[in-house]
Protein backbone atom coordinates (compact mmCIF):
# COMPACT_ATOMS: atom_id res chain seq x y z
CA UNK A 1 0.00 0.00 0.00
CA UNK A 2 1.10 3.71 -0.90
CA UNK A 3 1.79 5.32 2.03
CA UNK A 4 1.06 9.45 1.62
CA UNK A 5 2.27 12.62 3.30
CA UNK A 6 0.37 15.33 2.84
CA UNK A 7 1.47 18.78 4.95
CA UNK A 8 0.80 20.82 6.54
CA UNK A 9 -2.34 19.21 8.25
CA UNK A 10 -3.88 22.45 9.18
CA UNK A 11 -3.16 26.10 8.91
CA UNK A 12 -4.98 29.35 9.76
CA UNK A 13 -3.98 32.03 6.61
CA UNK A 14 -4.66 35.58 6.27
CA UNK A 15 -6.97 35.88 3.31
CA UNK A 16 -4.97 37.46 0.61
CA UNK A 17 -1.88 35.38 1.13
CA UNK A 18 -0.96 32.06 -0.11
CA UNK A 19 -0.34 28.64 1.12
CA UNK A 20 1.23 25.59 -0.22
CA UNK A 21 0.33 22.31 0.81
CA UNK A 22 2.65 19.61 -0.53
CA UNK A 23 2.08 15.48 -1.13
CA UNK A 24 5.03 12.72 -0.80
CA UNK A 25 4.20 9.28 -1.83
CA UNK A 26 6.53 6.64 -0.76
CA UNK A 27 6.43 4.95 -4.57
CA UNK A 28 6.38 6.54 -7.81
CA UNK A 29 2.84 6.76 -9.43
CA UNK A 30 1.15 8.02 -12.88
CA UNK A 31 -1.33 9.96 -11.85
CA UNK A 32 -1.79 12.49 -7.84
CA UNK A 33 -4.92 14.17 -7.84
CA UNK A 34 -5.75 17.00 -5.50
CA UNK A 35 -9.78 16.78 -3.97
CA UNK A 36 -11.48 19.93 -1.89
CA UNK A 37 -13.90 19.04 0.71
CA UNK A 38 -15.55 22.39 2.00
CA UNK A 39 -17.41 22.26 5.28
CA UNK A 40 -19.83 19.52 5.90
CA UNK A 41 -19.59 18.71 1.81
CA UNK A 42 -18.29 16.09 -0.13
CA UNK A 43 -15.01 15.48 -2.02
CA UNK A 44 -14.49 17.50 -5.08
CA UNK A 45 -11.63 16.98 -7.90
CA UNK A 46 -9.82 19.91 -8.35
CA UNK A 47 -7.01 18.83 -10.90
CA UNK A 48 -4.93 15.87 -12.19
CA UNK A 49 -1.44 16.47 -11.93
CA UNK A 50 1.08 14.13 -14.45
CA UNK A 51 4.68 14.05 -14.15
CA UNK A 52 6.49 16.07 -17.31
CA UNK A 53 2.66 17.80 -18.07
CA UNK A 54 0.41 20.58 -17.20
CA UNK A 55 -2.29 19.33 -14.39
CA UNK A 56 -5.83 19.25 -16.19
CA UNK A 57 -7.97 21.23 -13.88
CA UNK A 58 -11.71 20.57 -13.16
CA UNK A 59 -14.47 22.34 -14.09
CA UNK A 60 -14.82 25.86 -11.76
CA UNK A 61 -10.96 25.13 -10.85
CA UNK A 62 -8.44 27.62 -12.51
CA UNK A 63 -4.86 26.96 -13.12
CA UNK A 64 -4.03 31.14 -11.23
CA UNK A 65 -6.32 30.12 -8.40
CA UNK A 66 -4.59 26.37 -7.56
CA UNK A 67 -1.52 26.50 -9.26
CA UNK A 68 -0.02 22.73 -8.97
CA UNK A 69 3.44 21.56 -9.50
CA UNK A 70 4.54 18.12 -10.49
CA UNK A 71 8.06 17.62 -10.39
CA UNK A 72 8.85 13.74 -10.25
CA UNK A 73 6.42 10.74 -9.60
CA UNK A 74 6.50 10.80 -6.04
CA UNK A 75 6.04 14.50 -5.32
CA UNK A 76 3.12 17.28 -5.93
CA UNK A 77 2.36 20.60 -4.43
CA UNK A 78 -0.88 22.97 -4.53
CA UNK A 79 -0.83 26.30 -3.99
CA UNK A 80 -3.79 28.46 -2.74
CA UNK A 81 -3.75 31.15 -3.86
CA UNK A 82 -5.13 34.69 -2.91
CA UNK A 83 -7.47 33.12 -0.22
CA UNK A 84 -10.35 34.15 1.28
CA UNK A 85 -12.83 33.00 3.86
CA UNK A 86 -14.38 30.74 1.03
CA UNK A 87 -11.50 28.62 0.37
CA UNK A 88 -11.67 27.60 4.10
CA UNK A 89 -11.79 23.69 3.61
CA UNK A 90 -10.33 20.45 3.91
CA UNK A 91 -7.82 20.12 0.88
CA UNK A 92 -6.45 16.42 0.23
CA UNK A 93 -3.90 14.14 -2.44
CA UNK A 94 -5.01 11.21 -4.10
CA UNK A 95 -3.10 8.87 -5.84
CA UNK A 96 -3.64 5.67 -7.60
CA UNK A 97 -1.30 2.77 -7.26
CA UNK A 98 -3.02 0.56 -10.11
CA UNK A 99 -3.24 -2.06 -7.76
CA UNK A 100 -6.55 -1.53 -5.90
CA UNK A 101 -7.58 1.65 -3.59
CA UNK A 102 -7.45 5.26 -4.08
CA UNK A 103 -5.34 6.49 -1.38
CA UNK A 104 -5.97 9.34 0.16
CA UNK A 105 -3.36 11.72 2.45
CA UNK A 106 -4.42 12.50 5.71
CA UNK A 107 -5.60 16.08 4.62
CA UNK A 108 -4.58 19.83 5.08
CA UNK A 109 -7.57 21.52 6.95
CA UNK A 110 -7.20 25.28 6.08
CA UNK A 111 -9.13 28.15 7.79
CA UNK A 112 -8.83 31.76 5.63
CA UNK A 113 -9.34 34.33 8.59
CA UNK B 1 -21.99 11.69 -17.37
CA UNK B 2 -21.05 9.97 -13.88
CA UNK B 3 -23.15 10.78 -10.87
CA UNK B 4 -23.23 9.15 -7.41
CA UNK B 5 -26.25 9.41 -5.26
CA UNK B 6 -26.31 9.06 -1.41
CA UNK B 7 -29.84 10.06 -0.17
CA UNK B 8 -29.38 9.49 2.69
CA UNK B 9 -27.83 12.47 4.49
CA UNK B 10 -27.74 10.96 8.25
CA UNK B 11 -28.82 7.91 10.20
CA UNK B 12 -29.01 7.65 13.52
CA UNK B 13 -29.08 4.16 15.00
CA UNK B 14 -28.39 2.59 18.25
CA UNK B 15 -25.57 0.33 19.08
CA UNK B 16 -25.95 -2.75 17.86
CA UNK B 17 -28.45 -2.33 15.93
CA UNK B 18 -27.89 -3.11 12.19
CA UNK B 19 -27.62 -0.12 8.98
CA UNK B 20 -27.60 -0.01 5.74
CA UNK B 21 -26.37 3.05 3.62
CA UNK B 22 -27.53 3.43 0.11
CA UNK B 23 -25.30 4.53 -3.09
CA UNK B 24 -27.15 4.91 -6.44
CA UNK B 25 -24.48 5.40 -9.05
CA UNK B 26 -24.71 6.60 -12.74
CA UNK B 27 -22.19 5.67 -15.28
CA UNK B 28 -22.59 4.98 -19.49
CA UNK B 29 -19.27 2.77 -19.38
CA UNK B 30 -19.42 -0.47 -18.58
CA UNK B 31 -16.40 -0.66 -17.14
CA UNK B 32 -15.71 0.97 -13.68
CA UNK B 33 -14.89 0.87 -9.76
CA UNK B 34 -16.82 1.34 -6.93
CA UNK B 35 -15.44 2.63 -3.74
CA UNK B 36 -16.77 3.45 -0.16
CA UNK B 37 -14.73 5.47 2.42
CA UNK B 38 -15.38 6.34 5.76
CA UNK B 39 -14.31 9.64 7.11
CA UNK B 40 -14.49 9.95 11.09
CA UNK B 41 -14.32 13.36 13.02
CA UNK B 42 -10.50 13.48 12.28
CA UNK B 43 -11.42 14.24 8.73
CA UNK B 44 -8.71 11.25 6.99
CA UNK B 45 -10.52 9.31 4.43
CA UNK B 46 -10.07 5.62 5.17
CA UNK B 47 -10.92 3.21 2.64
CA UNK B 48 -13.13 0.42 2.54
CA UNK B 49 -13.35 -1.53 -0.28
CA UNK B 50 -13.58 -1.62 -4.32
CA UNK B 51 -15.63 -3.34 -6.17
CA UNK B 52 -15.17 -3.45 -9.93
CA UNK B 53 -18.00 -4.05 -12.41
CA UNK B 54 -17.75 -7.22 -13.68
CA UNK B 55 -17.54 -8.58 -10.37
CA UNK B 56 -20.94 -8.95 -8.82
CA UNK B 57 -20.04 -11.16 -5.84
CA UNK B 58 -21.79 -9.92 -2.50
CA UNK B 59 -18.58 -9.09 -0.15
CA UNK B 60 -18.44 -9.56 4.06
CA UNK B 61 -15.85 -8.37 6.12
CA UNK B 62 -16.29 -8.67 9.35
CA UNK B 63 -19.15 -6.33 10.23
CA UNK B 64 -18.92 -4.94 6.99
CA UNK B 65 -21.31 -5.87 4.21
CA UNK B 66 -21.57 -4.64 0.60
CA UNK B 67 -24.62 -5.45 -1.55
CA UNK B 68 -23.76 -4.49 -5.46
CA UNK B 69 -26.41 -4.65 -7.96
CA UNK B 70 -26.11 -3.47 -11.80
CA UNK B 71 -29.49 -4.56 -12.25
CA UNK B 72 -30.01 -1.47 -10.22
CA UNK B 73 -27.22 0.63 -10.23
CA UNK B 74 -26.71 0.21 -6.39
CA UNK B 75 -24.05 -0.34 -3.89
CA UNK B 76 -25.34 -0.43 -0.67
CA UNK B 77 -22.94 -0.79 2.42
CA UNK B 78 -24.40 -2.88 5.79
CA UNK B 79 -22.93 -2.40 8.85
CA UNK B 80 -24.01 -5.15 11.08
CA UNK B 81 -24.26 -4.74 15.06
CA UNK B 82 -22.98 -1.23 14.73
CA UNK B 83 -20.83 0.28 17.22
CA UNK B 84 -20.17 4.04 18.93
CA UNK B 85 -16.86 3.30 16.89
CA UNK B 86 -18.72 3.27 13.36
CA UNK B 87 -20.18 6.91 13.77
CA UNK B 88 -18.62 9.05 10.52
CA UNK B 89 -19.15 9.95 7.29
CA UNK B 90 -19.61 7.56 4.56
CA UNK B 91 -18.67 8.17 1.36
CA UNK B 92 -19.31 6.38 -1.78
CA UNK B 93 -17.61 7.30 -4.79
CA UNK B 94 -17.20 6.21 -8.88
CA UNK B 95 -14.46 5.82 -11.24
CA UNK B 96 -14.94 5.26 -14.97
CA UNK B 97 -11.45 4.16 -15.09
CA UNK B 98 -9.15 2.38 -13.69
CA UNK B 99 -6.54 4.40 -11.80
CA UNK B 100 -8.26 7.46 -12.57
CA UNK B 101 -10.66 10.35 -10.70
CA UNK B 102 -13.30 9.67 -8.05
CA UNK B 103 -16.88 10.92 -8.15
CA UNK B 104 -18.30 11.42 -4.93
CA UNK B 105 -21.38 10.83 -3.46
CA UNK B 106 -23.00 13.94 -0.98
CA UNK B 107 -22.05 11.62 1.73
CA UNK B 108 -24.09 9.60 4.36
CA UNK B 109 -23.21 10.87 8.46
CA UNK B 110 -23.80 7.58 10.32
CA UNK B 111 -24.37 8.46 14.37
CA UNK B 112 -24.47 5.31 16.23
CA UNK B 113 -25.60 5.96 20.00
CA UNK B 114 -24.95 3.75 23.27
Known amino acids: SAVISQKPSRDICQRGTSLTIQCQVDSQVTMMFWYRQQPGQSLTLIAT?????????ESGFVIDKFPISRPNLTFSTLTVSNMSPEDSSIYLCSVDTRAAEAFFGQGTRLTVV | AQKVTQAQTEISVVEKEDVTLDCVYETRDTTYYLFWYKQPPSGELVFLIRRNSFDEQNEISGRYSWNFQKSTSSFNFTITASQVVDSAVYFC???????????FGAGTILRVKS
Open chain 2, 93 to 103: ALSEEYGNKLV
Open chain 1, 49 to 57: ANQGSEATY
